[in-house]
Structures are given as structure tokens and as C-alpha cells.
């Protein structure tokens, strides 16, 4: 598994493509149980807190099912600290799944302008 963290429009998707020839689309959260490119992760968590789904355990069985998947997730937990108590779960919920992948992926990357930095 490859993580691959960073800003929005930071260029994930462009060095997914370019490193390793895939091309990210939405996906639910079944779909990203099987595909190699998993885009948008950070919506993929939003659906399954709204479905109230246990985010930790979706991505135990995401770790497990599709331990070859190249993940983006943008970075949500930069910037003001919202108001609302929804969005600051799921900010939480966002950075403790990315935690996960990061221990269980063999490569963690974060991109800042189209630059990757190797964080593991």
C-alpha cells in the first residue's frame, strides 16, 4: 500500500498517474475495497460517518482487502478549527484512518506543489 497525502490540488493525482499509471474517479467506499487507485479518501470517510459506519474498522478491512491500493487523502486537519462539532469529528475521523493506512503502507508520501516528500 502507498499513501499519499497532501493539500488539495497539491498534484496527487498527477503523480499517481505519472509514477504509477493510474487514474483516480469517485468511488464508494465498496468499490475502494477493490480498486488500485483510491481517490478522495477523505469523502470515502465522510460517506461512511454519514451512514454512520465505524471508520475504524472500514479501514482495517480496506488495509486487509487491498493491501496493493495507492490511497490520496487530502490533508483536512490544516488550517482554522471549524465550529461545527460534525466537521471536527470527522477531521479526527480523516487523520486516525490516515494513521492506520501510514503504519500498514510501505511507502507514505505527502505532496506540497507537485513535489513528493517520502515520509516512510
Given amino acids: 500500500m502507498v499513501l499519499i497525502v497532501g493539500g488539495r490540488a497539491a498534484g496527487k493525482r498527477d503523480y ?14 465498496q468499490e475502494a475495497l477493490k480498486a488500485p487507485l483510491v ?11 454519514q451512514e454512520k459506519q465505524d471508520t475504524q474498522a472500514y479501514v ?24 461545527d462539532r ?8 480523516v487523520g486516525q484512518a490516515c494513521c492506520q493506512l501510514a503504519a500498514a503502507a510501505f511507502e507514505v508520501l505527502r505532496l ?9
Fill in 60 to 83: 482495517t478491512q480496506l488495509i486487509r482487502d487491498n493491501p496493493g491500493a495507492v490511497i490520496l487523502c487530502d490533508e483536512v486537519g490544516l488550517g482554522i478549527v471549524p465550529l
Fill in 112 to 120: 506540497v506543489c507537485g513535489l513528493p516528500q517520502q515520509l516512510k
Fill in 86 to 93: 460534525g466537521e471536527r469529528a470527522y477531521r479526527e475521523a
Fill in 16 to 29: 499517481a498517474l505519472e509514477r504509477f499509471g493510474l487514474m483516480g474517479r469517485a468511488l464508494s467506499p
Fill in 39 to 49: 481517490d478522495n479518501f477523505q469523502d470515502i470517510i465522510r460517506q461512511l460517518m
